[in-house]
């Protein structure tokens, strides 16, 4: 059974309109991760959430925002898409924010590939 | 600054017969590194990973991956290969402790297998 799910699969949006990726998990993980994926790239973190408390990584772009409602569902808000942010957007779950990956795994959702028009 | 490189875009292999993916990884420390596999239209999933230990490591659907410190790589084996492998392969690398677990992807191979 999928642990970390992402709707839609694909969304298509028109330039400039807002759109909201959704993830849910079961695992019950303090964390979730949103990755930007473009075409053969290396999945690009975007932001994380820990519990409620939200980091933003330097070089993500106002234009992306995240809302955390509650454990298990994390947003991902486009406030007015481009064409240069068509792409997969990966979430990610972890159990805990550890000094050691060892016994921390991240576990992604299948992605919501976003179209601009 | 930590990083991967990956420097087969894209690789064709016959089936049955033997593989391996080149990752080679930058960073000033002890690092964790993961090798994930992505098939069409699907997520990440991790096939396996070294922390310490033994250098070569097991991975599930028979693959592994050897660590070699002296040369910075990392690289993913499979002796014989089988048409569900073809699917995209990331190699990637994180700290080995520090309060943020930020791990860094290659750009990933794609695997083709031919029959």
């Known amino acids: 059974d999928a642990m970390v799910i992402q709707n839609p699969r694909y969304q298509v949006t028109q330039f400039g309109k807002p759109v909201t990726l959704s993830c849910s998990q079961t695992?019950?993980?303090?964390?979730m991760y949103w990755y930007q994926q473009k075409s053969s790239q290396a999945p690009k973190l975007l932001f994380h959430?820990?519990?409620?408390?939200?980091?933003n990584e330097a070089d993500t772009p106002d234009n992306f925002q995240s809302r955390r409602p509650n454990t298990s569902f994390c947003f991902l808000d486009i406030r007015s898409p481009g064409l240069g942010d068509a792409a997969m957007y990966l979430c990610?779950?972890?159990?805990?924010?550890?000094?050691?990956?060892?016994?921390?795994?991240?576990?992604f959702g299948a992605g919501t590939r976003l179209s601009v028009l | 600054a930590q990083s991967v490189t990956q420097p087969d875009i894209h690789i064709t292999v016959s089936e049955g017969a033997s593989l391996e993916l080149r990752c080679n990884y930058s960073?000033?420390?002890?690092?964790?590194l993961f090798w994930y596999v992505q098939s069409p239209g699907q997520g990440l999933q991790l096939l396996l990973k070294?922390?310490?230990?033994?250098?070569l490591v097991q991975g599930i659907k028979g693959f592994e991956a050897e660590f070699k410190r002296s040369q910075s790589s990392f690289n993913l084996r499979k002796p014989s290969v089988h048409w569900s492998d073809a699917a995209e392969y990331f190699c990637?690398?994180?700290?080995?402790?520090?309060?943020?677990?930020?791990?860094?992807f290659g750009i990933g191979t794609k695997l083709q297998v031919i029959p």
């Open positions: 990610a779950t972890s159990r805990e924010l550890e000094t050691s990956l060892a016994k921390n795994i991240q576990y």
């Open positions: 695992l019950n993980h303090n964390v």
């Open positions: 959430y820990y519990d409620k408390d939200f980091n």
């Open positions: 960073y000033g420390a002890t690092p964790y």
């Open positions: 070294y922390f310490s230990g033994d250098t």
């Open positions: 990637a690398v994180g700290p080995y402790s520090g309060g943020y677990q930020k791990v860094t």
